[in-house]
């Protein structure tokens, strides 16, 4: 009988490791052609050059309209503003996280004239433990309701207290309208947060493009 008891106790342990390991992994595995990536934890994008005519334009996540949304978190699903949260390395000191399928974040931009655009965005891993791998798939980024495709790239974990070991990813030119446009991105088809769907923290968006632009802020959201 003791034995039988070691034995289940043995299975149980086993079980328990198994769990934690799924509640904390990712499940992604880096691409070969991981090439989107522009760099890690830092704010260098900040300081890149534009091309000659291009204005830079940054506008932050947590300033998009966060009402509404339900995220994913692993101690609860935070609602609306409660998205948006203070990040070590975040440009603005801010980012959106504990995003699931539920809490697609919208940018709308509006431009002074139809144009090309550099599109880049700063995501997160979004408190995810281990590698996470996006991509068309396990990440959707639309313009205009036209989905993005082509990009990959990986999260990793930060060592930092409210860090989220913050990359630059270079989505490559786009076009925008004149008038009202929309960047969102959503989550695709995942199981990196507890074998639920979810989606990496954001920072901001960048647009380089002669065209003037403007984005519909909520800067209550961080009050």
Excluded: H
Excluded at 103 to 120: D, H, V
Excluded at 133 to 140: D, G, R, S
Excluded at 143 to 151: F, H, I, K, P, S
Excluded at 202 to 207: A, T
């Amino acid at each position: 009988m003791t034995n039988i008891k070691k034995f289940l106790f043995g299975i149980l342990a086993i079980s328990l490791i198994g769990s934690l390991a799924a509640l904390t992994a990712c499940g992604g595995t880096p691409s070969n052609d991981d090439n989107n990536n522009d760099n890690n934890n830092d704010n260098t994008d900040m300081e890149d050059p534009v091309d000659e005519g291009e204005t830079k334009y940054t506008f932050e996540a947590e300033y998009t309209k966060l009402e509404g949304l339900n995220g994913f978190g692993p101690s609860g699903s935070p609602q609306g503003t409660s998205l948006a949260m203070e990040a070590t390395g975040a440009s603005n000191g801010w980012c959106v996280a504990n995003l699931g399928p539920e809490s697609p974040i919208t940018f709308t931009i509006t431009s002074s004239a139809e144009a090309t655009a550099t599109l880049r965005i700063r995501f997160g891993n979004n408190s995810l433990g281990g590698t996470c791998a996006w991509n068309p798939e396990t990440l959707v980024i639309s313009v205009n309701d036209t989905a993005l495709t082509g990009y990959s790239f990986t999260t990793q974990p930060d060592t930092v207290p409210n860090g989220q070991n913050f990359t630059t990813v270079n989505l490559g030119e786009i076009t925008l309208d004149e008038g009202e446009n929309t960047i969102v991105i959503s989550a695709g088809t995942n199981t990196y947060l507890n074998n639920l769907t979810t989606m990496p923290s954001i920072d901001y968006i960048r647009l380089d493009t002669t065209a003037t632009l403007t984005m519909e802020t909520y800067e209550d959201n961080i009050l």
